[in-house]
């Protein structure tokens, strides 16, 4: 499990309001450096950022809300920031600011605030809210809340974001008459220009070998990723049901995740749920982390509650597993991003195999309404959010090369 929940006592990190730091970071290209070293990210074409130009010229609150597929979105916002000559604050977990001395002061300086995940973090949301009244600065809201390393289909969205959105247009409407909140969907594009079979052969023998196989060098890329997951699917299926489970890989991954979370639901929230892992992950998170931070448990009931964290990163992992993502003929930057989840889930890092572009493409703004069909079962403009987040990847993935298994090549 990587180190994203902590025992400690919650600080929140305001946001650094000088803009010396981020013009030097964005100008002298010290993220583009980072980028290169630890993310693999060589490139970048940022498109349409005439409609971000726009929304700030006009002087509205703007949120820039992009897809999370890679551990690398937060450092490539600097990519639009610097086409847009603007900056810009964004929430930021506050386990980035606890895993890093560095990181934490670099990532504050850019414009980061820290936002407590595991409970209500009213500071960090009055300071989001206040940004977008006063249009400060645009501020960067990532609405899945977690990555997902799937760059062609997005994930649940969070609705804290048209929370913030809304309660900062009311805001803003009642001091500033005729002013407007606005969020701009981005979508995020990453493409391989490398080597496939050279780039993932260590990677996928290394978990060969972690299973005790042979190298499987002599099967086909696909059947080979295919029958690793499959394996890793196995075994979690082993160590929670004592059998390899029957049934669509659908139905296997979403059984795997109830088996997860179910029996910690009827313990800390008094029924089963279902739905999106991920609010479903925080609710147990928000429940089981208090006693432990403020030292009211001993150390047996600890060890226990770190188990059952454990449990809920395991199924929010498994839930970043979509069924049909490799069907067909996928396309390198699919087969790309599963065999680094794979080796992540099992080593908690992943390989940096370079030769990554990164496309980053601003959609139309949408003005955020003040108000709410309360009658509506889904919110209308969550709806809307989400259709014009998945439309910008539709857009983008056909740039994707398709794996030839008998040439390596499109």
């Known amino acids: 499990m990587q180190e994203i929940v902590f025992e400690d006592p919650y600080e929140f990190i305001p946001p650094y309001r000088g803009k010396w730091w981020s013009w030097l970071i964005q100008h002298a290209g010290l993220f583009e450096i980072w980028l290169r070293r630890a993310e693999g990210v060589i490139s970048a074409d940022v498109q349409h950022v005439d409609r971000l130009k726009k929304s700030v010229d006009e002087g509205h609150g703007v949120i820039i809300a992009p897809n999370h597929c890679r551990t ?14 603007i900056h810009v604050y964004s929430m930021a977990g506050w386990h980035l600011f606890k895993q890093s001395r560095w990181i934490g002061w670099a990532i504050n300086r850019l414009g980061a605030f820290s936002i407590y995940r595991e409970g209500v973090d009213r500071q960090s949301i009055d300071t989001a809210i206040e940004v977008l009244r006063t249009a400060e600065r645009p501020l960067v809201l990532f609405p899945e809340g977690s990555v997902t390393r799937t760059n062609d289909q997005l994930h649940a969205l969070l609705d804290g974001v048209l929370f913030i959105a809304r309660t900062a247009a009311k805001r803003r409407a009642r001091d500033v008459p005729g002013s407007k909140v606005v969020i701009h969907p981005v979508g995020i594009k990453y493409l391989f220009g490398g080597d496939l079979k050279k780039a993932l052969d260590p990677v996928l ?6 299973f005790s196989w042979r190298p ?17 699917l196995c075994l979690k299926e082993l160590e929670y049901f004592g059998s390899p489970q029957p ?5 296997r991954l979403i059984g795997l995740i109830d088996r997860l979370l179910c029996p910690l639901e009827e313990e800390w929230l008094g029924e089963p749920s279902s739905g999106p892992v991920v609010p479903r992950v925080k609710q147990l998170r928000f429940k089981i982390l208090p006693d432990m931070v ?5 150390e047996e009931e600890r060890q226990r509650r770190w188990r059952q964290l454990a449990d809920i990163y395991l199924a929010q992992q498994v839930s970043c597993y979509l069924p049909e993502y490799l069907t067909g003929e996928p396309s390198i930057d699919r087969l790309l991003e599963t065999v680094e989840r794979f080796e992540e889930d099992l080593t908690d890092t992943f390989t940096v195999h370079g030769s990554l572009k990164a496309i980053i493409r601003v959609g139309e703004a949408m003005e955020v309404s003040t108000k709410r069909d309360r009658k509506a079962e889904i919110d209308p403009m969550m709806a809307e ?7 910008l990847l539709d857009e983008l993935a056909p740039l994707s090369r398709r794996y030839n298994e008998r040439t390596n090549a499109d």
Request: glycine content about 12%; aromatic content about 2%.
């Open 72 to 85: 690398a979105d937060p450092v490539a916002m600097g990519y639009l920031t610097r086409a847009a000559g």
């Open 205 to 210: 023998g290394a978990i060969e070998q972690r």
């Open 216 to 232: 499987q060098t002599d099967r086909p890329l696909v059947e080979r990723i295919t029958r690793i997951g499959t394996a890793i």
């Open 247 to 251: 049934g669509e890989l659908g139905d």
């Open 294 to 298: 403020q030292k009211r448990i001993n």
């Open 385 to 391: 959010l989400e259709s014009r987040l998945q439309g």
